[in-house]
């Protein structure tokens, strides 16, 4: 576990030599001047922080804390390029700090090395930064899209990150650069069916990795007397219980896997087949009948062995790839990583950046705190740390001052930010637990 003083040095590394170091070498500085990188950079994670659509005289404030005293026309003749490269340096410095939190105590998860989840959300930037970040689109020049994807992979065990990693919008997925970041051997990696890649699946099993992932309902399945299956039709095949088999994916990759497929209610099948055709009707596009004929299961895919993961098991472990859904909630509507008040573009592009800084060191709060803790609320803890973010913010030019104010907040967050149990419609946590209480059994 990381501790409180090894986190302030963190911080301190990265929001303060290390920002002055990228002002330097991007050319935001170049002469002494009373806000340099360290004072910039916090001033801009810390008052975001604080209040994720602080105006420019709030964010004064905050660099008054820092230190520095400036007008709010001062501030914003900082918001160039060269100031946005500077965010973008930090950044790339911060996601490589190993930060990591006690694991919740739970046997049955013991048996992996770690639990990895990872997706990624967009957002969607003005065009004239598309030569920064290129969006979806084939046209050339003037008017084309900007995005940049913001990717993340995270152990629910330990609680790292790794990312927040940046791509541009247009970059698929399966190719993106957080699927070249190898797991370590004994890993489970739990991913959204955007990263399918049956070569993927096949490296990280060659390297002592499992996988557990739904299934493209195009898959091609192979049984063990080598015949080759239409997913809809196989499942059809099989009697009306789950199903729980051996097969091959594709014929052409054949990757050795089991399918886990059971019924879901009527009710069940209902929502999903609407949701199904409103989301086409917002595409514009068709929904084929084999898509909405699918929707009575819950289909999954893995390379773990029975005796590692029952059927039971697996289908409520998918349920935990919903807490990095949870965290871009989070990040988007308690954040707003993708809201500002300006229309300039690089003070769009550095507020992205700013606050993706704030929500890393955010995370860094969440592990020495409450990470122990199965029924953690982020939402909760979010809520305190900005009430306090301004204390951190006057506290980074000590590290004493700054271990003081992370042990005030750890202390807060230890106090408080629980989820309460149900007694119906359990919640994912309270499904792990009793995961846990089989193999105590």
């Given at each position: 576990?990381?501790?409180?003083?090894?986190?302030?040095?963190?911080?301190?590394?990265?929001?303060?030599?290390?920002?002055?170091?990228?002002?330097?070498?991007?050319?935001?500085?170049?002469?002494?001047?009373?806000?340099?990188?360290?004072?910039?950079?916090?001033?801009?994670?810390?008052?975001?922080?604080?209040?994720?659509?602080?105006?420019?005289?709030?964010?004064?404030?905050?660099?008054?804390?820092?230190?520095?005293?400036?007008?709010p026309q001062g501030l914003d003749q900082r918001f160039t390029k060269a100031g946005a490269d500077c965010l973008k340096s930090v950044l790339d410095q911060a996601v490589h700090e190993l930060v990591q939190g006690?694991?919740?105590?739970?046997?049955?998860?013991?048996?992996?090395?770690?639990?990895?989840?990872?997706?990624?959300?967009?957002?969607?930037?003005?065009?004239?930064?598309?030569?920064?970040?290129?969006?979806?689109?084939?046209?050339?020049?003037?008017?084309?899209?900007?995005?940049?994807?913001?990717?993340?992979?995270?152990?629910?065990?330990?609680?790292?990150?790794?990312?927040?990693?940046?791509?541009?919008?247009?970059?698929?997925?399966?190719?993106?650069?957080?699927?070249?970041?190898?797991?370590?051997?004994?890993?489970?990696?739990?991913?959204?069916?955007?990263?399918?890649?049956?070569?993927?699946?096949?490296?990280?099993?060659?390297?002592?990795?499992?996988?557990?992932?739904?299934?493209?309902?195009?898959?091609?399945?192979?049984?063990?007397?080598?015949?080759?299956?239409?997913?809809?039709?196989?499942?059809?095949?099989?009697?009306?219980?789950?199903?729980?088999?051996?097969?091959?994916?594709?014929?052409?990759?054949?990757?050795?896997?089991?399918?886990?497929?059971?019924?879901?209610?009527?009710?069940?099948?209902?929502?999903?087949?609407?949701?199904?055709?409103?989301?086409?009707?917002?595409?514009?596009?068709?929904?084929?009948?084999?898509?909405?004929?699918?929707?009575?299961?819950?289909?999954?895919?893995?390379?773990?062995?029975?005796?590692?993961?029952?059927?039971?098991?697996?289908?409520?472990?998918?349920?935990?790839?919903?807490?990095?859904?949870?965290?871009?909630?989070?990040?988007?509507?308690?954040?707003?990583?993708?809201?500002?008040?300006?229309?300039?573009?690089?003070?769009?592009?550095?507020?992205?950046?700013?606050?993706?800084?704030?929500?890393?060191?955010?995370?860094?709060?969440?592990?020495?705190?409450?990470?122990?803790?199965?029924?953690?609320?982020?939402?909760?803890?979010?809520?305190?740390?900005?009430?306090?973010?301004?204390?951190?913010?006057?506290?980074?030019?000590?590290?004493?001052?700054l271990v003081a104010a992370i042990t005030v907040i750890q202390r807060c967050l230890t106090a408080g930010c629980r989820i309460n149990k149900r007694k119906t419609d359990l919640r994912s946590f309270q499904l792990?637990?009793?995961?846990?209480?089989?193999?105590?059994?």
């Amino acid at each position: 576990m990381t501790s409180i003083k090894q986190v302030g040095q963190s911080m301190q590394r990265i929001l303060s030599e290390q920002a002055d170091q990228a002002a330097r070498s991007t050319g935001f500085v170049q002469r002494n001047s009373k806000m340099g990188g360290a004072e910039f950079v916090q001033t801009l994670v810390f008052g975001w922080m604080s209040n994720p659509q602080a105006t420019l005289e709030e964010l004064t404030q905050t660099a008054a804390s820092v230190g520095v005293t400036i007008t709010p026309q001062g501030l914003d003749q900082r918001f160039t390029k060269a100031g946005a490269d500077c965010l973008k340096s930090v950044l790339d410095q911060a996601v490589h700090e190993l930060v990591q939190g006690t694991a919740p105590t739970n046997n049955f998860l013991k048996r992996f090395s770690g639990v990895y989840i990872q997706d990624s959300t967009i957002v969607d930037l003005p065009d004239e930064l598309s030569e920064e970040w290129r969006g979806c689109g084939n046209q050339a020049g003037a008017g084309q899209p900007a995005a940049v994807k913001i990717e993340v992979r995270l152990n629910i065990l330990q609680g790292e990150m790794i990312g927040p990693l940046l791509e541009n919008g247009r970059i698929h997925d399966a190719v993106s650069q957080i699927q070249s970041v190898d797991l370590p051997k004994g890993a489970l990696s739990i991913a959204d069916l955007g990263y399918w890649s049956l070569p993927e699946m096949s490296r990280q099993a060659a390297n002592g990795g499992f996988w557990l992932s739904r299934i493209l309902t195009r898959a091609k399945v192979v049984t063990l007397d080598e015949k080759v299956w239409d997913l809809l039709a196989f499942l059809q095949a099989q009697s009306s219980g789950p199903i729980d088999c051996p097969i091959l994916l594709t014929a052409q990759h054949r990757v050795p896997a089991r399918l886990l497929a059971v019924r879901v209610a009527q009710e069940v099948a209902d929502r999903r087949r609407h949701k199904l055709r409103e989301e086409a009707q917002r595409r514009g596009k068709p929904i084929s009948q084999k898509r909405l004929a699918l929707a009575a299961w819950t289909i999954l895919v893995t390379n773990l062995p029975p005796e590692m993961l029952t059927l039971r098991q697996a289908m409520i472990l998918i349920r935990v790839r919903w807490q990095i859904e949870l965290l871009f909630k989070l990040w988007k509507s308690h954040a707003h990583i993708d809201e500002w008040r300006s229309s300039k573009p690089w003070r769009i592009l550095i507020e992205v950046y700013a606050k993706l800084l704030a929500m890393l060191v955010q995370h860094w709060l969440f592990l020495i705190s409450f990470w122990r803790s199965a029924n953690r609320s982020l939402f909760k803890a979010a809520n305190t740390i900005q009430r306090h973010a301004l204390l951190l913010a006057g506290s980074c030019a000590s590290l004493d001052a700054l271990v003081a104010a992370i042990t005030v907040i750890q202390r807060c967050l230890t106090a408080g930010c629980r989820i309460n149990k149900r007694k119906t419609d359990l919640r994912s946590f309270q499904l792990l637990l009793s995961l846990n209480q089989e193999t105590l059994a």
